[in-house]
């Protein structure tokens, strides 16, 4: 018997959008900008004929996701512990018996596959269902049974974290889709954004005119302009050019950032060092007052960024081993942009300084892993780096 999408029972839809966004360089990724509209927007449009229970799992800038939902939750914890979070938020609000699960980076995806997942799972209530994509299995694009909520509550208690361990163990059906299936192509790259092109969202040809034309690239540098939040991108402008960033309207909050950097050298050249027998003088003195000078200066150094009233800088450096010197800036204020260049031109200048200081016992010395450890307040919300194994 043919069974018509009416005749479906209701379900809840949960777009996952609360990840770190790793692949995109820590950028919130549904808020980027696909085919001239945010990914969020786009896959919520897509799903809004199915559900008056529209559910977006977001970590960050829930005022621009609320645009786009019926309702938002969040994880029970700030340190993004994966998308089976989001899932157990998402079951505990939903309002109807079944959960529809989609990542927030499938842009592609359209009302027959939603129509057969839909059309399967309820053959069978008290089972999940995904999705399988050729011979690998994909978890977040998966319906849940309202009746599977204490069994995943159970299971995240006892350590469960894998969405796909999750379901299997609930002895999930599976909906088998072709290898090259463009519906469940993955956005979740830059690079995979501007290979997909601009075949997501339809667009209305109307406003064409109006809608600034940008190649593919700038496309990139505009997350979310429709919501109000910040590109990805942001010292490109509509043309992809570069663009000093307008921060007028931005309100000052405190942030602050640190980095660090490695000087690789010969033991020997170490121990010249920590001992104080160094002809120049105090090599750690001298590059402390250099990383401090380096921070104040950022904005002479690098083009487009902000002269910044710092309220505070350290440069903390110490022996790491017999052959390297850690160096560890920290920068801070109470301003409207963030200080993580002040924290990478610091300890980057502190470990120049090194070299320059011993260059003539040592010209092997080596500056390494200068990258940004954490950073604090903004819009963009809170970072730190793994730790490097």
């Known amino acids: 018997m043919l069974v018509a999408a009416a005749d479906l029972p209701p379900c809840s839809v949960l777009l996952l959008a609360g990840g770190r966004g790793r692949r995109m360089g820590g950028v919130d990724k549904g808020l980027v900008e696909f085919a001239g509209r945010p990914l969020i927007a786009t896959l919520s449009e897509r799903v809004q004929p199915l559900t008056d229970d529209l559910i977006i799992s977001c970590n960050r800038n829930a005022e621009s996701y609320a645009l786009w939902a019926d309702r938002l939750v969040s994880d029970d914890g700030d340190d993004f512990p994966g998308p089976l979070a989001g899932i157990r938020a998402g079951l505990a609000a939903m309002r109807h018996d079944w959960l529809l699960v989609l990542p927030c980076d499938a842009p592609h995806i359209d009302a027959d596959l939603l129509f057969s997942m839909r059309h399967q799972a309820v053959c069978e209530p008290q089972r999940p269902l995904l999705l399988r994509r050729g011979g690998q299995l994909e978890p977040l694009f998966c319906l849940i049974p309202r009746c599977l909520q204490g069994e995943l509550e159970r299971a995240w208690q006892a350590g469960e974290r894998s969405p796909l361990s999750f379901l299997l163990a609930c002895n999930a059906q599976v909906l088998g889709c072709a290898q090259d299936d463009p519906r469940l192509a993955n956005l979740n790259t830059l690079e995979a954004l501007v290979a997909a092109g601009p075949r997501g969202a339809p667009q209305d040809e109307s406003d064409e005119e109006s809608r600034p034309q940008l190649p593919d690239a700038a496309g990139l540098a505009h997350a979310a302009s429709a919501s109000g939040t910040t590109p990805v991108l942001t010292h490109l ?20 950032a640190s980095a660090e950097a490695l000087v690789r050298m010969q033991p020997q050249t170490l121990k010249l060092i920590v001992s104080g027998g160094h002809p120049k003088g105090d090599v750690f003195a ?7 000078m380096a921070a104040k200066k950022t904005h002479e150094l690098i083009p487009l960024c902000h002269p910044l009233l710092l309220t505070g800088i350290r ?75």
């Open 286 to 292: 001298v590059a402390r007052v250099a990383g401090i």
């Open 237 to 256: 402008d509509a043309q992809g050019r570069a663009n000093m960033v307008d921060v007028t309207d931005k309100a000052a909050t405190a942030r602050e």
């Open 315 to 389: 440069v903390e450096l110490e022996p790491r081993g017999e052959d390297a010197v850690h160096i560890v800036a920290r920068c801070k204020l109470a301003g409207q942009t963030g200080v993580e260049m002040e924290a990478l031109t610091a300890a980057s200048v502190a470990a120049l300084t090194i070299y320059d200081m011993c260059k003539a016992v040592d010209r092997g010395m080596t500056i390494e892993r200068v990258r940004l450890l954490e950073k604090s307040g903004g819009k963009s919300g809170d970072y730190r780096a793994e730790e490097v194994r």
